[in-house]
């Protein structure tokens, strides 16, 4: 009996290694890429990034967003699969043109966020957004390296209307969130209506001096993944509201009257698809 008590021990302890490392890779480690790499231009494989390349391209003029009456659509149809967006800035994370099918699509390629580094030609981008206070901005975008978010380009001042983007959740373990910025200060403030298909619910978040506190949460709002949705956000002065799929969901006055640039916003390992994205008002 006494020798095969270390035989037992080490079996016991092999098992609670294997069992701790499936543990912590379940909860810990990065998404897998989906099985179907249809975000990717044929022939990219795994290696996908951001080039920069296309760091000087923010400061260009938009030629794919349409403008009329107070309401701009963001159409991706004109852009370069494969490159950065031209109508949105790309402050944290990975941004890219992809496609769904025929369709072209905004992606944000949340595989890489373990990095948690700001977007490749940042500063460039800030002092396009900015200008002589990018300095500021770019001082605390350090801080939602966590938080990936891009900045429409030909939003100067958002203070009341709507903003309607359609997503589409295709991968990540941790975090699925798809939302709307608004309120973006060159301080880098802000708020983000968010959805997540993982979660089933919707949230505002606001970010302020480096730090995420939640607003307003609602539970069994249903996003599954892999299946496109609308969100809405709807603001009258300092009035939220939050609708997902045309219901709304989600009520709620803030302190102050909402003004500032707007965008999208998403969380750690997400890999979304976005579409027509409009801004009607400011």
Partial sequence: MKRKTPIIALGLISALSVAGFYIYQDNYLPASPPAQLEYLTEGQGL?????TAYAGEAAESSTVAEKSNGKIDFSFSSETVGAQPKTFAPAVGNWIIGSDGDNKVLVVDGRKWKQGTASAGIADKARALYGSRYAE????????????FAVAQDVDNFTNGDITV??????????QGAGILFDLKPNGDYYALRANPLENNLVLWRFKQGRRSSVNWVRNVNTPSRKWHTLQLTVKDNLIQGSVNGKLYLTQRLPDSVSGKVGLWTKADSVIYFDDYTVNGQ
Avoid at 47 to 51: L, Q
């Fill in 166 to 175: 359609r997503f589409k959740a295709i991968a990540g373990r941790i975090d």
């Fill in 137 to 148: 901005f770019l001082d605390n975008v350090t801080a939602y390296a966590y938080f990936p």
């Fill in 47 to 51: 290696n996908i990034g951001i080039s």
